[in-house]
């Protein structure tokens, strides 16, 4: 069965035809998401990283200019949305649609009326959930192919962040959903120990880095500037790939909804199996899937290994790396899940991979009808 999409509007590729280079087209240009709660840094740690060489020929992507301190870098207004910075990068606004700010974008770079530019950052809003922006970015048919989705940045304040995440949804989605968390204000908490270890436990797979750590560090990720395979295991997060976690929720009754499991297979995975249980997943549970990050061993091609990267019921096309980014060949897949029980999914892989367990459900029931999956 091809890893097809159910939904229209949905554009999800199938692991058995990803399309081949086009050496006409363009390579992807790296793209950041940068959020975080109201008040919990981003203006400060955006306005650092803008002066890094790193970002030099960045677009900077921000609701309004009025909310992001940018005032001192400014050096000439290109045009009424678009202003030039000192650091050679560009910022433009937001004004009501991210796919037509975008294209915009391409437009004038292709067309050459703004400088070509290596990389994007979009900086969402304090009250924003990622998601949407995640699902733009993901399954437009034309931003696919022109834009990468490199990291998902998401900024917590070590002093006000665990009443955030009590308080408001968005706060945990925000930490949910992101492949990197920076701690800031960390010297004006009393501790910080309670809130590194809630975090883990929303996110396992998403490492807690300081606000001074170098801009490679935040920004980088699974897809490279020069076009070279990244450090995928550390993409998915050591900690996540070293152990299968079971969480307990028990470090905030808030973060109940919202659990992380990890999937492994020391054995490459037959094609059909793997298929068959993302098409299950999604189809069955797609909104309940806030992120999913993988590297994949296929039993007919093990030694390249693919990496999927998905948000809810979309997903990009998966990447084939040339080699396996070091000597673990294990197949390992992280989900960050909302309002769905980590041990089903575990069971449910399982049950396509063969290891069968009393409690495995019956995975060709569940194809015949997949919207009737226990423990939904």
């Known amino acids: 069965?091809?890893?097809?999409?159910?939904?229209?509007?949905?554009?999800?590729?199938?692991?058995?035809?990803?399309?081949?280079?086009?050496?006409?087209?363009?390579?992807?240009?790296?793209?950041?998401?940068?959020?975080?709660?109201?008040?919990?840094?981003?203006?400060?740690?955006?306005?650092?990283?803008?002066?890094?060489?790193?970002?030099?020929?960045?677009v900077v992507i921000v609701n309004e200019f009025g909310e992001i301190g940018l005032d001192h870098l400014l050096i000439e207004t290109i045009d009424e949305d678009m202003v030039l910075l000192g650091a050679g990068c560009l910022c433009c606004t937001v004004r009501g649609d991210l796919i037509a700010t975008l294209e915009d974008l391409l437009r004038k770079r292709d067309n050459g009326r703004i400088k070509p530019f290596r990389r994007v950052v979009i900086e969402t809003t304090g009250l924003a959930?990622?998601?949407?922006?995640?699902?733009?970015?993901?399954?437009?048919?034309?931003?696919?192919?022109?834009?990468?989705?490199?990291?998902?940045?998401?900024?917590?304040?070590?002093?006000?962040?665990?009443?955030?995440?009590?308080?408001?949804?968005e706060a945990v989605r925000q930490a949910a959903v992101a492949d990197r968390i920076v701690l800031t204000k960390a010297d004006l908490a009393d501790d910080t120990a309670g809130i590194r270890a809630r975090l883990a436990a929303l996110n396992p797979a998403a490492p807690i880095l300081p606000p001074d750590a170098p801009a490679e560090d935040l920004l980088g990720g699974l897809f490279g500037l020069d076009g070279k395979g990244a450090d995928v295991r550390a993409w998915l997060g050591d900690e996540a790939l070293a152990h299968e976690h079971h969480h307990h929720n028990d470090v905030n009754r808030h973060d109940a909804s919202i659990q992380a499991v990890c999937l492994t297979s020391a054995a490459p995975v037959?094609?059909?199996?793997?298929?068959?249980?993302?098409?299950?997943?999604?189809?069955?549970?797609?909104?309940?899937?806030?992120?999913?990050?993988?590297?994949?061993?296929?039993?007919?091609?093990?030694?390249?290994?693919?990496?999927?990267?998905?948000?809810?019921?979309?997903?990009h096309a998966p990447l084939t790396l040339p080699a396996w980014p070091d000597p673990d060949h294990t197949s390992r897949l992280v989900l960050i899940l909302r309002d769905l029980d980590p041990a089903f999914v575990q069971r449910l892989w399982d049950a396509f991979l063969g290891r069968p367990r009393v409690d495995a459900p019956d995975a060709a029931a569940l194809t015949n009808n997949p919207l009737a999956i226990p423990g939904g």
Do not use: C, W
Request: no cysteine.
């Open 129 to 169: 959930d990622p998601a949407p922006i995640l699902h733009a970015l993901i399954y437009h048919p034309y931003l696919v192919l022109r834009y990468r989705l490199q990291a998902v940045v998401t900024v917590v304040d070590a002093v006000t962040g665990a009443a955030s995440l009590d308080a408001h949804p």
């Open 270 to 315: 037959p094609r059909p199996a793997f298929e068959m249980f993302m098409d299950l997943l999604r189809s069955g549970h797609g909104p309940k899937l806030l992120r999913l990050k993988g590297l994949v061993a296929l039993a007919d091609d093990p030694e390249h290994p693919i990496v999927v990267h998905g948000v809810q019921h979309v997903f």
């Open 1 to 58: 069965m091809p890893l097809a999409a159910k939904n229209p509007i949905s554009t999800v590729m199938s692991l058995t035809a990803s399309p081949a280079p086009d050496p006409r087209r363009p390579e992807p240009i790296p793209l950041t998401v940068l959020t975080g709660f109201l008040g919990a840094g981003k203006t400060t740690l955006l306005n650092r990283l803008l002066r890094d060489p790193a970002l030099a020929d960045t």
